[in-house]
Structure formats: structure tokens, C-alpha cells
């Protein structure tokens, strides 16, 4: 062990009732490990016991895309900010499909996990984020078919796609932070077990998901931006697809603020509750 | 001071809007408050209370109680996973807790892939593990099946694997919780080795467990508790004989609790004049009676006793070692077994017998059927002498050494 190792690990642990954790922070990084074996785990089980593993991930988009773009683009006919309907559809299913399982994944991710958290110590916030992290893998997945689709479209990307990670953090941040605020929950009520599912499958029609936010009349849009799904659906779109597509900033600006209250109450309730959750799991 | 309030287990929404509810309605009968303003729903319980305890560095606590003392809680606080509701607990050092072996193990995955997520788990750096990882496999025993799924392994290998990297994480405090119930007895005796040895090292091991036996033998202070509270703290040996509820010392009468057809009822111990007694002199012999009981005939039993110092097994005896005459047959009955005990060149200390019991391949032994009793010195000096309590060996024996002059300086 290395002397800074040892100095670290020397360090006198104080419990006290009500006391806040002076090394919360520097616990959470030292356990960043488990952060990449947690995740590791969840990905190695998936894709061993589902026997199509990652077709998975291609044919749930591609499916929403299809139903998606009859519906909307051609039972409804609906604009589509001069791209073919279908990307129109799929570079909003991209962020939505990460966002709703990253939430479904890491509300019930304390759950799962149940038995390691009534018997080990470790930052209980990395169960939460891993989940998330499990998510990005479908992601990367996704978004290669994605630029398949575009490909056969003939659409190519701009600069702008460039800008895509940045547009990524900000629909990961808005994960972890619902994310950590229904895990904790769900520790404590049950009931978001079937709250959660309710939200994701409400969020689909709500955001604009199979539809471009353009169709919402100028004085609702800033209201509509208080979904932050708005900004980061609306930013996807603008990133991938260029051409004509805009973002309707003061939105994007309103969901962004929304966006970093949501994460920065998330950690919050997370860390207020966190030590009860082996009691009540 | 450690306090831990226990609460609700599950709360639904539905739970909490009808107690809300229910206060409101009271609220409502009661305008001027007073009846029950406190929660109604929720029973206040103290899981553990006024609890004050030291532990030095290097000692080895035994932390003993019925079921419901507050062993659990305890433990799980000090492991940090629950938080206490009021006082104060400062370790210094790394802590390892073990309260279940394999945290965190999933089937699907194959023992290495095991071995990294659970040290992760349990606190590891990937460097850390990577460097143990050849030492883990081989206590464990699993180099064949390094990656197979661990679905695939038996349970004895599976909960090895688990000790293993349990085992061989650095930690200054260890916290073991019974987790040698389980396996094998070789494997347990395995483990206790470890543990040991982890022991020598100079760490810290607070050991919670129902087995008097491992307690006695592992630890270097033990302590009790009942219904949360402390109500001793001292040598394994006393504490052991408060927790048996041995009145008269030197008489154990075991409780009888289990559905096995043979069990032992009670061990009674006696000086060399047949006193019974739990403080025998140094330099003199004694007598162990088991009695046990069978209730269903049996044709292939073997008694055992054992009896061990601080920690290591002396002497392991079976019943028909030297005669046979019953060949491992019983009838339904009562039985006394009575065992001279050579204690006259055994050294002073703490010591304890166990009773074993098997039938065929089947160990029937109880955990508490363990008596404890020391040698206690009042008239041999020591002082200098090989044989003083805290040198090496167990044994008062001592050698005649005759010493002779070989060559010579001229």
C-alpha cells in the first residue's frame, strides 16, 4: 500500500447521530472503482442472459421509429423541420430512450441491489450512477444505427454534432438527478414502483418525442420548456440533424437551470435519506 | 453512548396518508391537542442503549447475546450501514465488515469476474485486488473454476471464493458476523485459522456468533449483551458462563432446542477431589461428565470432546478410541460419558471443552454445548520458568535437560 494510500486509509472514521459525512466526496472517489464494476456487472448479466442482448437495443428504436412516424408524420402529418420524418423521430427516441431507462434503471436500482446495501458499506449514490452508466451502452448502440439510418437518408452531420457529448451530459444529468430522487423514494413508498413506469410512459407523449416542439404555438413554448426533456429533445435535434432545425433558446436556457435544480435536489434528498436505507429496504 | 431506534420497515404512501389521516381526525376530536400527539403509528424501540466499549488495537472482541440483543444492530452501525439515532463511534483505521459472505456475488458471473466486483465491494482498488488475486484463488481452491459462472460451484466453494476475498482485504478493524456458520468443518476451521492470523497481525476483530466454542477460541475479551444493553464485559470465559446462565459454575446444562435424535443436556465439570468447579489448580487432574440424551435408536454414534487454550485445539478425543463395547449403538436413553482429564501438566489459562456429537457422516453437535473453565496457578512459582502463562507452548511439563561437557579449553 502506498504511503498516500495508507494515510487516507488511516484516517479516523467519526459516526455520530445526525452528523454529516465529512467525507463523503472523497469516499465516492475512492469507491470510483466500484462505480465501473457495478455497471460492468450489470452490462456482463444482461447480454449474457438475454439471448438476443444487443439487438435489444436496435429493435426497440427502430420499431418506435416506424409506429412513431406513421402516426404522427403520416396519420397526423405533422411538420418535420425539413428532414425525413423517421429521423425527425429518431433523434428524439435517442435522448428519450436513454432518459427513460436510465430513470426507470436507477429508481430501481436500490431495489435490486437490496441485499448489498443491508449488508456493506460503500457511497450508496454509486448504485444509482451505474445504472446510468448501463445506460449509455445502449446509447452508444443506438446512436450507431442512428447514423446508419442517416446514412441511408443521405443526411450528413455538421459541426454541430461535435456539440452531441455536451448535449449527452446535459440528458445524463437530467437522469441522475429524477434518477436519485425516485430511488430514494422508492426505498421509502412503495408506491413509486408503479409511479415511475407511469412517469416514463406519460413523459413519451408529453415530450416532444415523436414530434418536433415547433408545432407548439410561440406564447406556450417557454411554458412547454418546463419539461427539461424540451431542451434536451430540442438540442439532440439541432445537433444531429443541422439544416433547418433550431433551438428555441429561452426554453433550452429555462430547462437548462431546471435541469441543474433537479440534480443538485436529487444529491440532496439522496444524501438526507441514504442512511436509512438499509433500515427500510 | 450508541443508541439505534428501529423504525417501520416499509412505509407505503397509503400508510403514511391514513396515519396523517387518522391524526387529522384526532385532531379534529381533540382540539386542544394532548391525546397522543406524537406519532401514533410508530412504537419507539431502543435496539441497543447505552452502550460504552474501548477496544484497543490488536484486541479480539467477542460480542455475545440471545437473539435480539442488539448484536446485529450493533454491528451494523459500527460497519456503517445504518445510522445511529444518537452517540458517537470513532474508528481509527480501515474497517472491513463481513456480515454475510459473498455480497454482491451474481450467479452469471464467473469467479474472477466475482473476485474484482466484491472487492470492489468491500472497499479494494483494482491494483489491490489484482496484487491478492493469486492468493485469493488459492485459499479459496478455486483455480479449476476461475471462470465458470459461480452458479455452476457448490456451495462449499462458493462461500470459500467468498471468504476468500473477504479475507484478504488490509483492514485495521475487522467485523465478522457468524459468517463461520456456514461451509464445511474443514473449511471453518480454515477460516478460524485466518482469522487467527489476522489476529497476530496486530488487527483489531470484533466477532459476533452463538458458537461459544468459537468464541472461547478466537477472542481475547468478550462481551454481552441482552435486550440492547451491556451486561458484561470482560474475560471469554465469564462472559461465556454469564451467557450459559451457569449458576453453579462448572455445570452446564444445555438448553434442549433442537429436533435432533441424540443431543447432550448437560457438561459438568470436577476438580480432583469431585467438586464441581470452573476454577481448577494448576498441577492437578480433573473430570469432564457429558450427559446426553437419545431419542430414536442409533447404530453408528461417535461422542467427541475437544478441548482447547486460548484459541488452540489440545486435545481431541472420541469415545471409542480405546474400548468399543457399545460400537456406536444407543438405545433411547439417557447417557453419562465420564472423561479423566490429564490437566496436571497443562499450563494455566482459559480453556474450554467442546462435546461433539456425529452420527454417521451427520454432525449433531451443538454450538453451545462448550464449557469454559480455567486453570487457575495459586502455589507453583512461575516467575522465570518456561512454563509461565504468557510464554510459548501449553504444556507444564517441565524437561530434566542433562547437560554435558564434551570438549574443553585447555
Same mark, same amino acid.
Given at each position: 500500500?502506498?504511503?498516500?494510500?495508507?494515510?487516507?486509509?488511516?484516517?479516523?472514521?467519526?459516526i455520530e447521530a445526525g452528523r454529516a459525512?465529512?467525507?463523503?466526496?472523497?469516499?465516492?472517489?475512492?469507491?470510483?472503482?466500484?462505480?465501473?464494476?457495478?455497471?460492468?456487472?450489470?452490462?456482463?448479466?444482461?447480454?449474457?442472459?438475454?439471448?438476443?442482448?444487443?439487438?435489444?437495443?436496435?429493435?426497440?428504436?427502430? $420499431?418506435?421509429?416506424?409506429?412513431?412516424?406513421?402516426?404522427?408524420?403520416?396519420?397526423?402529418? $405533422?411538420?418535420?423541420?425539413?428532414?425525413?420524418?423517421?429521423?425527425?423521430?429518431?433523434?428524439?427516441?435517442?435522448?428519450?430512450?436513454?432518459?427513460?431507462?436510465?430513470?426507470?434503471?436507477?429508481?430501481?436500482?436500490l431495489m435490486?441491489?437490496a441485499?448489498?446495501i443491508s449488508?456493506?458499506?460503500?457511497?450508496r449514490?454509486?448504485?444509482?450512477?451505474?445504472?446510468?452508466?448501463?445506460?449509455?451502452?445502449?446509447?452508444?448502440?443506438?446512436?450507431?444505427?442512428?447514423?446508419?439510418?442517416? $446514412?441511408?437518408?443521405?443526411?450528413?452531420?455538421?459541426?454541430?454534432?461535435?456539440?452531441?457529448?455536451?448535449?449527452?451530459?446535459?440528458?445524463?444529468?437530467?437522469?441522475?438527478?429524477?434518477?436519485?430522487w425516485f430511488a430514494a423514494l422508492n426505498t421509502h413508498f412503495r408506491d413509486f414502483r408503479y409511479i415511475?413506469?407511469?412517469?416514463?410512459?406519460?413523459?413519451?407523449?408529453?415530450?416532444?418525442?415523436?414530434?418536433?416542439?415547433?408545432?407548439?404555438?410561440?406564447?406556450?413554448?417557454?411554458?412547454?420548456?418546463?419539461?427539461?426533456?424540451?431542451?434536451?429533445?430540442?438540442?439532440?435535434?439541432?445537433?444531429?440533424?443541422?439544416?433547418?432545425?433550431?433551438?428555441?433558446?429561452?426554453?433550452?436556457?429555462?430547462?437548462?437551470?431546471?435541469?441543474?435544480?433537479?440534480?443538485?435536489?436529487?444529491?440532496m434528498y439522496f444524501r438526507k435519506t441514504e442512511k436509512t436505507f438499509a433500515d427500510v429496504i | 453512548m450508541l443508541r439505534h431506534k428501529l423504525q417501520q420497515r416499509h412505509t407505503s404512501l397509503r400508510d403514511m396518508l391514513s396515519a396523517q389521516l387518522s391524526r387529522l381526525g384526532s385532531t379534529l376530536r381533540h382540539p386542544l391537542g394532548g391525546f397522543n400527539a406524537e406519532n401514533p403509528e410508530q412504537e419507539e424501540f431502543w435496539a441497543l442503549d447505552d452502550i460504552?466499549?474501548?477496544?484497543?488495537?490488536?484486541?479480539?472482541?467477542?460480542?455475545?447475546g440471545?437473539n435480539g440483543a442488539g448484536k446485529s444492530t450493533l454491528l451494523k452501525i459500527l460497519s456503517r450501514i445504518t445510522d445511529p439515532t444518537s452517540g458517537s463511534i470513532?474508528?481509527?483505521?480501515?474497517?472491513?465488515?463481513?456480515?454475510?459472505?459473498?455480497?454482491?456475488?451474481?450467479?452469471?458471473?464467473?469467479?474472477?469476474?466475482?473476485?474484482?466486483?466484491?472487492?470492489?465491494?468491500?472497499?479494494?482498488?483494482?491494483?489491490?485486488?489484482?496484487?491478492?488475486?493469486?492468493? =485469493?484463488?488459492?485459499?479459496?481452491?478455486?483455480?479449476?473454476?476461475?471462470?465458470?459462472?459461480?452458479?455452476?460451484?457448490?456451495?462449499?466453494?462458493?462461500?470459500?471464493?467468498?471468504?476468500?476475498?473477504?479475507?484478504?482485504?488490509?483492514?485495521?478493524?475487522?467485523?465478522?458476523?457468524?459468517?463461520?456458520?456456514?461451509?464445511?468443518?474443514?473449511?471453518?476451521?480454515?477460516?478460524?485459522?485466518?482469522?487467527?492470523?489476522?489476529?497476530?497481525?496486530?488487527?483489531?476483530?470484533?466477532?459476533?456468533?452463538?458458537?461459544?466454542?468459537?468464541?472461547?477460541?478466537?477472542?481475547?475479551?468478550?462481551?454481552?449483551l441482552n435486550l440492547g444493553r451491556?451486561?458484561?464485559?470482560?474475560?471469554?470465559?465469564?462472559?461465556?458462563?454469564?451467557?450459559?446462565?451457569?449458576?453453579?459454575?462448572?455445570?452446564?446444562?444445555?438448553?434442549?432446542?433442537?429436533?435432533?435424535?441424540?443431543?447432550?443436556?448437560?457438561?459438568?465439570?470436577?476438580?480432583?477431589?469431585?467438586?464441581?468447579?470452573?476454577?481448577?489448580?494448576?498441577?492437578?487432574?480433573?473430570?469432564?461428565?457429558?450427559?446426553?440424551?437419545?431419542?430414536?435408536?442409533?447404530?453408528?454414534?461417535?461422542?467427541?470432546?475437544?478441548?482447547?487454550?486460548?484459541?488452540?485445539?489440545?486435545?481431541?478425543?472420541?469415545?471409542?478410541?480405546?474400548?468399543?463395547?457399545?460400537?456406536?449403538?444407543?438405545?433411547?436413553?439417557?447417557?453419562?460419558?465420564?472423561?479423566?482429564?490429564?490437566?496436571?501438566?497443562?499450563?494455566?489459562?482459559?480453556?474450554?471443552?467442546?462435546?461433539? =456429537?456425529?452420527?454417521?457422516?451427520?454432525?449433531?453437535?451443538?454450538?453451545?454445548?462448550?464449557?469454559?473453565?480455567?486453570?487457575?496457578?495459586?502455589? =507453583?512459582?512461575?516467575?522465570?520458568?518456561?512454563?509461565?502463562?504468557?510464554?510459548?507452548?501449553?504444556?507444564?511439563?517441565?524437561?530434566?535437560?542433562?547437560?554435558?561437557?564434551?570438549?574443553?579449553?585447555?
Amino acid at each position: 500500500m502506498s504511503e498516500q494510500e495508507n494515510q487516507v486509509t488511516k484516517r479516523t472514521i467519526i459516526i455520530e447521530a445526525g452528523r454529516a459525512d465529512a467525507y463523503y466526496w472523497r469516499d465516492l472517489w475512492q469507491y470510483r472503482e466500484l462505480l465501473w464494476f457495478l455497471a460492468l456487472r450489470d452490462i456482463l448479466v444482461r447480454y449474457k442472459q438475454t439471448v438476443i442482448g444487443v439487438a435489444w437495443s436496435l429493435i426497440r428504436p427502430l $420499431l418506435t421509429m416506424i409506429v412513431f412516424t406513421i402516426v404522427f408524420g403520416k396519420l397526423a402529418g $405533422l411538420p418535420s423541420s425539413g428532414v425525413p420524418y423517421p429521423l425527425l423521430v429518431f433523434a428524439g427516441l435517442l435522448p428519450w430512450q436513454f432518459f427513460s431507462n436510465s430513470l426507470s434503471d436507477s429508481s430501481n436500482s436500490l431495489m435490486s441491489n437490496a441485499n448489498m446495501i443491508s449488508k456493506v458499506y460503500f457511497p450508496r449514490l454509486l448504485i444509482p450512477a451505474s445504472s446510468i452508466l448501463v445506460s449509455i451502452v445502449d446509447f452508444l448502440i443506438t446512436f450507431t444505427l442512428l447514423l446508419a439510418v442517416m $446514412l441511408w437518408y443521405g443526411v450528413m452531420p455538421t459541426w454541430r454534432l461535435l456539440l452531441l457529448p455536451a448535449l449527452l451530459l446535459l440528458a445524463l444529468i437530467t437522469a441522475l438527478g429524477a434518477g436519485l430522487w425516485f430511488a430514494a423514494l422508492n426505498t421509502h413508498f412503495r408506491d413509486f414502483r408503479y409511479i415511475v413506469p407511469f412517469v416514463v410512459q406519460f413523459g413519451l407523449y408529453v415530450s416532444p418525442v415523436g414530434f418536433s416542439s415547433e408545432i407548439i404555438p410561440e406564447k406556450w413554448r417557454i411554458l412547454y420548456s418546463l419539461n427539461p426533456m424540451v431542451a434536451v429533445i430540442d438540442g439532440f435535434r439541432w445537433s444531429i440533424l443541422g439544416g433547418d432545425v433550431r433551438i428555441y433558446w429561452p426554453g433550452f436556457a429555462l430547462s437548462s437551470v431546471l435541469i441543474a435544480l433537479i440534480l443538485y435536489s436529487g444529491v440532496m434528498y439522496f444524501r438526507k435519506t441514504e442512511k436509512t436505507f438499509a433500515d427500510v429496504i | 453512548m450508541l443508541r439505534h431506534k428501529l423504525q417501520q420497515r416499509h412505509t407505503s404512501l397509503r400508510d403514511m396518508l391514513s396515519a396523517q389521516l387518522s391524526r387529522l381526525g384526532s385532531t379534529l376530536r381533540h382540539p386542544l391537542g394532548g391525546f397522543n400527539a406524537e406519532n401514533p403509528e410508530q412504537e419507539e424501540f431502543w435496539a441497543l442503549d447505552d452502550i460504552s466499549l474501548s477496544v484497543s488495537p490488536g484486541e479480539r472482541v467477542g460480542i455475545v447475546g440471545r437473539n435480539g440483543a442488539g448484536k446485529s444492530t450493533l454491528l451494523k452501525i459500527l460497519s456503517r450501514i445504518t445510522d445511529p439515532t444518537s452517540g458517537s463511534i470513532h474508528l481509527k483505521g480501515r474497517v472491513a465488515s463481513l456480515l454475510e459472505v459473498g455480497t454482491g456475488f451474481h450467479p452469471e458471473l464467473t469467479g474472477r469476474e466475482n473476485i474484482f466486483l466484491n472487492g470492489a465491494i468491500l472497499g479494494m482498488s483494482k491494483v489491490e485486488i489484482q496484487r491478492k488475486f493469486s492468493a =485469493i484463488v488459492e485459499f479459496a481452491e478455486v483455480e479449476k473454476f476461475l471462470d465458470t459462472p459461480v452458479k455452476w460451484y457448490s456451495s462449499g466453494m462458493y462461500v470459500r471464493l467468498a471468504f476468500s476475498v473477504a479475507a484478504h482485504l488490509e483492514s485495521d478493524i475487522l467485523i465478522v458476523d457468524e459468517v463461520l456458520a456456514v461451509g464445511d468443518a474443514n473449511f471453518q476451521k480454515k477460516c478460524m485459522g485466518k482469522m487467527e492470523s489476522v489476529a497476530n497481525e496486530g488487527r483489531t476483530i470484533l466477532f459476533v456468533s452463538h458458537n461459544m466454542g468459537a468464541v472461547a477460541e478466537l477472542c481475547s475479551r468478550a462481551v454481552l449483551l441482552n435486550l440492547g444493553r451491556k451486561v458484561l464485559d470482560g474475560s471469554p470465559a465469564e462472559v461465556i458462563e454469564a451467557y450459559m446462565g451457569q449458576a453453579g459454575g462448572g455445570n452446564l446444562k444445555i438448553d434442549v432446542n433442537k429436533n435432533n435424535p441424540i443431543f447432550v443436556t448437560e457438561l459438568i465439570l470436577k476438580d480432583a477431589d469431585g467438586n464441581v468447579t470452573s476454577s481448577i489448580p494448576m498441577g492437578e487432574d480433573a473430570e469432564i461428565e457429558i450427559r446426553y440424551s437419545v431419542k430414536e435408536p442409533q447404530t453408528n454414534v461417535t461422542m467427541a470432546m475437544l478441548l482447547a487454550r486460548h484459541g488452540s485445539s489440545l486435545l481431541y478425543s472420541y469415545d471409542n478410541d480405546i474400548a468399543n463395547e457399545l460400537e456406536g449403538k444407543r438405545d433411547v436413553g439417557d447417557y453419562s460419558a465420564r472423561i479423566r482429564l490429564p490437566l496436571s501438566r497443562m499450563k494455566e489459562g482459559q480453556y474450554s471443552i467442546e462435546a461433539k =456429537i456425529g452420527v454417521g457422516q451427520t454432525n449433531m453437535t451443538d454450538d453451545n454445548a462448550v464449557i469454559v473453565f480455567e486453570i487457575c496457578n495459586h502455589s =507453583i512459582d512461575t516467575t522465570h520458568r518456561s512454563f509461565r502463562s504468557d510464554r510459548p507452548g501449553h504444556i507444564y511439563w517441565p524437561l530434566e535437560w542433562q547437560t554435558t561437557r564434551l570438549t574443553g579449553n585447555t
